[in-house]
């Protein structure tokens, strides 16, 4: 009873609070700001301010108490919400092996999403240039963002607008068990876990345009396909292509599901498995 009344007396607090943000914004901030900028400049201000502090904050207060309870089924935003589904697991000695044989199979690895690399990313994007290991934004799994990340760009000329790619988070014996993601892959892999192999769970996913928006903050972001397990798909076939898999199962790891995108328009679909591969030495 504490609980429910706890929670209630919360969503109230974040509404109130949500209040008096769209109050500051619609008669406050834009009229001072209206008196000293020219109006589309005043526009792009209350936008870049709504979408990537307001929205944000109000979604981080929301979730301090009220957790989404999403399935261990993919990885989340960095404000909780569904993101790319969770649809592939790589077994290797070490993190060196998972390199190198991803890099034979022609993908590169994504370089760390610091301020300059996103400017190059931005400016590649753009204008349609080459950018073969251009950052991902962070998502988070077993509450932590990616330890990794490949790509394979594609495109005319070739560039970010169009790529091909995954994310690894490598599945640690002492992973704070409190997050049920990590009870659960544990249990699936727990034919692997005796061994003193790594395993790197991965969420492949296909970007396909430069623009889209977010449905939940209305920030800007990539379209990407909805039917994801072909990225899966394509995934393994470049490493079978170059004969870097000794071993292929699939795991019934949940039952077929469609989730919403993080853009508009977008409606995640995956069949529920997870295709774990065990790398040739």
Known sequence: MIGIVFRLAWRILVGVVAIYLAYGTVFVFFPYLDRHMPFLLVIIVLYVFTAYVGIPFLVRLWHIVLVPTHIPQYAVSGDGWSSDPVNIAIVCRNK????????????????????????????????????????????????????????????????????????????????????????????????FTDSKREIWIGTATHDTGPFAFRVRNLQLTHQID?????????????????KAILRRTV???????????????????????????????
């Not at 909805?226 to 170059?242: G, P, S």
């Not at 993080?262 to 030495?281: A, E, K, N, S, Y």
């Open 96 to 191: 060196r092996q998972l390199c190198r044989q991803m890099q034979r199979a022609g993908w590169h690895i994504a370089d760390p999403p610091t301020i300059k690399n996103s400017l190059h990313l931005a400016v590649a994007v753009l204008l349609k240039l080459p950018y073969p290991t251009a950052p991902f934004s962070n998502l988070y799994l077993f509450g932590r963002r990616q330890d990794i990340g490949f790509q394979i760009q594609t495109g005319n000329p070739t560039s970010p607008r169009h790529r091909h790619h995954v994310r690894f988070w490598q599945l640690h014996p002492n992973d704070n068990a409190a997050h049920h993601h990590t009870t659960f892959w544990h249990r699936i892999m727990a034919v």
């Open 226 to 242: 909805q039917q994801t397990d072909r990225e899966r798909d394509y995934l393994l076939a470049t490493l079978k292509q170059h």
């Open 251 to 281: 795991i019934a790891a949940g039952e077929p599901i469609s989730f919403r995108g993080q853009t508009f328009g977008v409606t995640i679909v995956t069949d529920g498995t997870l295709t774990v591969v065990q790398l040739r030495g």
